[in-house]
C-alpha cells in the first residue's frame, strides 16, 4: 500500500527526515515510537502534504501513486488520512458542516453522487456512536474551545466519516484519560479490515495494548532505525531509547 | 460637475424651503471637493468621478416587476423605493399602520411638518468642513422621513432601496433620510443601494438618526451596486440616554465607495455598536470612517469591522474615538480585522483615539493578513479543494459580522452574495 523509499525533508535549511524507509501493506497496523524530536510528526506531515517541508530526495509510492505528486486534497481522496497531533481550530466552520463537505468531495473525485441531508446525517450518527462522540460538539465551530481530548476524538470521528485506506495517527493518545483511550482504539479497531493500514504514532506502549501493532519501528534523527514486533514496545518502555541511540552511534 | 454647473443646478433644485440649503451651498462653493492633501482624504481621491458628467435628473423605465425583482426575497417588510434618487410611491408598500411608525418622503415632510423636520434636518451635519454633506443639505429634497412615536415598538422591519439605474445615462442622486425614534421607541430600517445599468452613478447620501431616552434602532446599510459606481455617505447618529443603536455596514460593491459614521452618544447608559463587513475584488476601494463620540459618562461603544480583500482592490479604516472630559467611565472597544487573498491588494488602518477623561475603558486592535495557512492545510487534508476551502474561511470570517443582522433572510441574501462574489474572484 505505501511504500518509502530514502525519504530526505528538510524545513527550511534544517534537513529533518534523513533516509527512511518503510514499507506498510494493506491489513497491517505499524506502531512508530521514537524520542521528541525525531521527526515522527514530519513524516506524518510530509505523508499528508504540509507545504512546509521540502522533500530533497526519495519516493513514496501509495497504491502505485507518487504520493509525493499530488496535492493535499488528492491524498485525502486517494484515501491517505492524517490525525494531527494539534489540531487546530477553525472559528466559524461548523464540524458538521466541514464534514459534509469533505466527504462528498472525496465523494465526487471518485465518481460517486453527492450524499443527500439524510444519509450524510445516518452516517454521521452511526459513526458518532463508534468513538462516542456528542452531537453538541459537533454543532460548534470546529475545534473551537474543544478539549484536548475532545479535539483527538474529534480527529477519530472524522476517519471514521472518510474512511480512508491509511490512516496515520499522530500522538492521537497523547492528552486521552484511559477512557477516550479505549473509545478511541475501539474505534481504530472497528474501523480495521484487510483492505486498509494504520501507522500509529505514540510514546506509550499502553495504546498498543489496545490496537495490537504488527510492526513497531523506532524513529530516531530522521531515520527508522531499529523495527520488531510489539514486543520491542515493551522493550522501550523499560529501557528508554539509549541503548538505540548507543546502537546507532556504533553504526 | 463643474462649480458652474453645480450653481446652475442649485438655482433650479436647490432647495428653498430649508434655510440651511443656501448656507450649505455657500459652504460648497469656498470648499470645493476634496483632494487627498485633506487629511479625512488622504487616502480616497474621489477626482476621477466627480468631475464626470452626471444627469442629476435622470429618468428610469424600471418597471413594477423588475423592482420587485431587486427586493430581498423573503423578507416581509415596508418596503420603501428610491429610484436615481427619487421617492416611488408606485414601486413602495407600507404594511405597518401609521399609529406604529410615520413615513413620509422628505419633500412631503418639508411642505407639511417644517418645525417638526427643522427639529432635526442637518442638526449634526458638518456641512461646514465636509464639501460631500455641504452638497447633499444643500439640494436635500429626496429622502425619507421615519418617525416612530414613543414607546412603540414597529413591528416590521423597514427596508429602503435606493436604486440607481445608469443604464442609458450617467446617474447622480442624492438622498438625505431622517429617522426618528421617540423615547422607548423601537426599529429595524435597513439601507439597501443597488444598481441597473453599467454606466457611472454616483450616490451622495446622508442618513441622520435620532434615537431618544430608551430606544432602540437596527441600522444596516448593503452596498451591493454592481459596475461603475461611486458612493459618498454619511450616517450620522445622536443618542440619548439608555437607548441602543446597532449599525451594520456592508460593503459588496461598488468602485469608490466612501462611508462615514458617526454615533454621537449623547448622554448616559447609551449602548452604540458599528459592524462592518468589506469585500473587495479588482480595482475596488472602500473607506470607512467611524466615530464614537463619547460626551457623556457611562455610555460603551462596540465596533468590529472585516474586511476581505483582493485583485487590486484598496481598503481604508479610519475608526475615531472620542472620550470628552466629561465621559467618564466609558468603555470604548474597536476592532479592524483583513484578510488580503493576494499581493496587490492593500488595507490601510488607522486607530484614533483621543481621550480627555481618565476614568475608561477604551482598545482597539487590527490585523491584516493572509488565510490562515494552517486551516488552510486542514482543510485540505481532509479532502476539501483549496478553491473551496479558502471560501470556507472567508466566509466564517465574513459571517462573524453578517451575523449581527437580525434580519434572517438579509443575512442569507448577504451570505449567497458573498459566496457567488468569492466563486468569482
Ligand atoms: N518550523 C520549524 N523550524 C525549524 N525546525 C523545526 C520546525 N518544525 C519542526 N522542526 C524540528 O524538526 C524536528 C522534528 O520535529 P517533529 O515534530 O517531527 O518531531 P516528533 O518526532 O514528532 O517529536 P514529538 O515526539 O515531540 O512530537 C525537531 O527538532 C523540531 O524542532
Ligand atoms: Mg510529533
Known sequence: MLKIDNLHANIGEKEILKGLNLEVKAGEVHAIMGPNGAGKSTLSSVLAGRSDYDVTAGTVDFRGKNLLDLSPEDRAREGVFMAFQYPIEIPGVSTTNFLKTAVNEVRKYKGQEPLDAISFLNMMKEKMKLVQIDQALLSRSLNEGFSGGEKKRNEVFQMAMLDPKLAILDETDSGLDIDALRIVANGVNSLKSKDNAFIVVTHYQRLLDYIIPDYVHVLFNGRIVKSGTKELALELEEKGYDWIKEEVALG | ?425
Not at chain 2, 443618542?239 to 460593503?251: A, C, H, N, P, R
Not at chain 2, 472597544?333 to 481621550?355: G, R
Not at chain 2, 478553491?387 to 474561511?393: D, F, G, Q, V, W
Open chain 2, 1 to 425: 460637475m463643474t462649480l458652474d454647473n453645480i450653481t446652475q443646478n442649485f438655482k433650479d433644485f436647490g432647495n428653498k424651503n430649508l434655510q440651511i440649503a443656501e448656507q450649505s451651498f455657500h459652504s460648497f462653493s469656498k470648499l470645493g471637493f476634496p483632494t487627498p492633501k485633506n487629511e479625512e482624504w488622504k487616502y480616497t481621491d474621489v477626482s476621477s468621478f466627480v468631475n464626470l458628467d452626471f444627469n442629476w435628473d435622470s429618468a428610469s423605465t424600471l418597471t413594477k416587476a423588475q423592482i420587485e425583482a431587486i427586493f430581498i426575497k423573503g423578507l416581509e417588510a415596508n418596503n420603501l423605493v428610491f429610484v436615481n434618487g427619487k421617492f416611488k410611491q408606485e414601486f413602495s408598500q407600507i404594511l405597518s399602520p401609521s399609529s406604529e411608525v410615520f413615513i413620509q418622503s422628505l419633500d412631503e415632510a418639508v411642505n407639511q411638518n417644517i418645525d417638526l423636520i427643522n427639529n432635526y434636518f442637518a442638526k449634526e451635519i458638518d456641512y461646514q468642513n465636509n464639501a460631500f454633506s455641504a452638497l447633499n443639505v444643500a439640494f436635500a429634497s429626496n429622502g425619507l422621513f421615519i418617525h416612530v412615536p414613543k414607546n412603540t415598538y414597529v413591528q416590521l422591519p423597514i427596508v429602503v432601496y435606493f436604486i440607481n439605474d445608469s443604464r442609458t445615462e450617467q446617474v447622480f442622486s442624492q438622498p438625505h433620510n431622517i429617522y426618528v425614534a421617540q423615547e422607548g421607541a423601537e426599529v429595524s430600517i435597513s439601507e439597501i443601494f443597488v444598481s441597473e445599468g453599467s454606466q457611472p452613478a454616483f450616490s451622495n447620501h446622508i442618513t441622520e438618526i435620532s434615537l431618544d431616552r430608551n430606544a432602540k434602532v437596527q441600522y444596516n446599510k448593503v452596498q451591493i451596486e454592481t459596475g461603475e459606481n461611486y458612493h459618498v455617505g454619511t450616517t450620522q447618529v445622536r443618542q440619548l440616554k439608555d437607548s441602543i443603536f446597532t449599525g451594520t455596514t456592508v460593503t459588496l460593491g461598488g468602485k469608490i465607495v466612501r462611508n462615514n459614521l458617526n454615533i454621537l452618544l449623547d448622554d448616559q447608559h447609551c449602548e452604540g455598536n458599528m459592524n462592518g463587513l468589506y469585500l473587495l475584488d479588482n480595482e475596488s476601494h472602500v473607506d470607512n470612517h467611524t466615530v464614537a463620540d463619547h460626551a457623556k459618562p457611562n455610555s460603551v461603544s462596540n465596533e468590529l469591522y472585516k474586511g476581505i480583500l483582493s485583485g487590486h482592490s484598496t481598503g481604508v479604516f479610519n475608526g475615531k474615538i472620542f472620550v470628552r472630559q466629561d465621559a467618564q467611565k466609558t468603555q470604548a472597544y474597536q476592532s479592524n480585522k483583513n484578510i488580503l487573498l493576494s499581493d496587490t491588494a492593500s488595507m490601510n488602518t488607522k486607530p484614533q483615539l483621543e481621550i480627555w477623561a481618565d476614568d475608561v475603558k477604551c482598545s482597539h486592535g487590527a490585523t491584516s493578513g493572509q488565510l490562515d495557512e494552517q486551516a488552510l492545510f486542514y482543510l485540505r487534508a481532509r479532502g476539501i479543494g483549496e478553491a473551496t476551502a479558502k471560501a470556507m474561511l472567508v466566509m466564517a470570517f465574513a459571517k462573524d459580522v453578517v451575523e449581527k443582522i437580525q434580519l434572517e433572510p438579509l443575512r442569507h441574501h448577504l451570505m449567497d452574495l458573498i459566496e457567488t462574489k468569492l466563486q468569482q474572484s
